[in-house]
């Protein structure tokens, strides 16, 4: 990992403050930014502009918890999350949110160049899964539209189904677009027309 990151640390216990201070410091991180309340945190999040997220809670309460998963949805970065405490409710709310690693009384100096590695590496992890994910479902979208306009194509011009894609493929090819965006136009010709 480069210590270039620029870190933005949320810690309103000054004694905890300088746990994670010592920790960035001996890992050899000094981008340091430090927010000590959470008030506004969204707006100032998205100023700073952040590589990487560590909160230390305590014991919050869990009023203070929603505000920070909801901020935590919103900003899609690496966040560490250090609390004494925890439930599996909050556990299991944390992971929705997108925390990257949720500590439970593990706020040591020693362990913090392998939370902020690990948080990066679970973050990038996942961020791989979820575009895995969208372009899935991006290309089962563009196949069921492509199926649709095949249908549009053989019912109207009582053609067969590789025929039909042949007319897709050539005009895609022809307007130099993709077989999905032709097929959409045919559905939308379509519909208009009935």
């Not at 935590?72 to 299991?92: G, N």
């Not at 095949?150 to 067969?160: R, V």
Request: glycine share 4%; with cysteine.
């Amino acid at each position: 990992m480069t210590n270039k990151l620029k870190i933005l640390a949320i810690c309103e216990a000054p004694a905890r403050a300088a746990i994670l201070k010592e920790g960035l410091s001996d890992a050899g991180h000094m981008c340091i930014e430090w927010i000590t309340d959470t008030a506004n945190l969204n707006t100032r999040i998205t100023a700073l502009d952040p590589d990487i997220i560590l909160i230390d809670l305590g014991n919050p309460s869990y009023d203070v918890l929603e505000e920070i998963f909801q901020v935590c949805r919103e900003v899609k970065r690496p966040i560490a999350m250090f609390v004494d405490q925890s439930d599996t409710t909050m556990t299991r709310a944390s992971v929705d949110a997108g925390i990257s690693a949720y500590i439970v009384d593990g706020l040591k100096k020693e362990r913090i160049k392998s939370i902020l590695d690990m948080t990066i590496s679970r973050f990038n992890a996942f961020s791989r899964l979820q575009q895995e994910l969208d372009d899935t479902k991006t290309q089962l979208e563009g196949r069921i539209t492509i199926d649709r306009a095949k249908g549009i194509l053989m019912s109207q011009k009582g053609i067969t189904e590789d025929e039909a894609y042949a007319l897709l493929r050539r005009n895609a090819m022809n307007q130099k677009k993709k077989i999905s965006d032709v097929a959409t136009s045919v559905i939308t010709a379509a519909e208009l027309l009935s």
